[in-house]
């Protein structure tokens, strides 16, 4: 196998198994064998250990001293600082991206996701295929955002704490689509938006990153409001892993 192939079929594997975790398809502390993985993936063994060894790095599953992994399970503590570290890692990412200095055709397409939003928007009221093109739009602009601080670096960083279960920009989004307030939320989430691509346009890095560190409050807020209605958190892909480790 060449090494093009190789590292296609590792990164496979990865987003695989993050996806298998993340979506509660492995109980909290269940074992990981290899083998199992290697026919559920269609990978050789290899491409599977490098995805384990991945998915550990990113706190997402844990080395028994016996070797092998284990599935982890996450308390509330856990959750709440990795959308912190997110806010965190994504402000300076936007503080980077406005001090840089911005392409018009960079900052027109991050603006054109916008509109996307703003579309949807229009509606007085939004149903669930509108929340579900509401998360794509929502993963689209902030990738764009790291795109626009030009750092693979930070970028690396942001990808990994938001493999964490609800860590990500839309980890809740499909939870809070069932509560009274869901429009309100998006409103001020794309009123955040607006306000971090006018900052960076402006070359405020300052105003841009404050803007981003309060952006991840409102995913810390839709926790909140999920760990307040265990019934529908357990519901939620992933969702039993918090209220496993709340148990501990």
């Known amino acids: 196998m060449s090494r093009e192939a190789e590292g296609s079929q590792t990164r496979k594997a990865e987003l695989a198994l993050r996806q298998a975790i993340v979506e ?13 993985l290697t026919e559920r993936f269609g990978v050789s063994r290899t491409p599977v250990r490098a995805a384990l060894a991945r998915a550990a790095a990113e706190g997402l599953i844990e080395t028994l001293p016996s070797g092998g992994y284990v599935v982890r399970a996450f308390s509330e ?7 912190e ?7 300076f990412a936007a503080r980077r991206a406005a001090e840089r200095g911005a392409s018009r055709g960079e900052l027109a397409e991050a603006k054109l996701i ?13 149903d669930a295929e509108d929340f579900d ?3 794509d739009l929502n993963a689209r602009f902030h990738r764009a955002l790291m795109d626009l601080a030009h750092s693979p670096t930070i970028a690396r960083e942001v990808e990994r704490v938001s ?7 839309s980890g809740f989004v499909r939870m809070q689509a069932r509560l009274p307030e869901a429009r309100a939320v998006v409103v001020l989430a794309q009123d955040h938006h607006v306000s971090v691509i006018e900052a960076i346009e402006a070359r405020e890095g300052a105003r841009a990153e404050a803007l981003m560190r309060e952006h991840s409050r409102l995913a810390r807020r839709n926790l909140q ?24």
Do not use: C, Q, W
């Open 225 to 248: 409001a999920a760990l307040a209605d265990r019934a529908r958190l357990d519901d939620l892909p992933g969702g039993p892993f918090i209220r496993h480790a709340a148990n501990l």
């Open 77 to 83: 503590t856990d959750l709440f600082d990795a959308i």
């Open 114 to 126: 916008l509109a996307g939003i703003d579309r949807l928007l229009l509606k007085p009221e939004m």
């Open 85 to 91: 570290l997110r806010g965190v890692v994504e402000g």
């Open 24 to 36: 509660g398809e492995f109980r909290a502390g269940e074992r990981l064998s290899e083998l199992t």
């Open 133 to 135: 093109a509401y998360v």
């Open 163 to 169: 493999a964490l279960p609800f860590a990500s920009p």
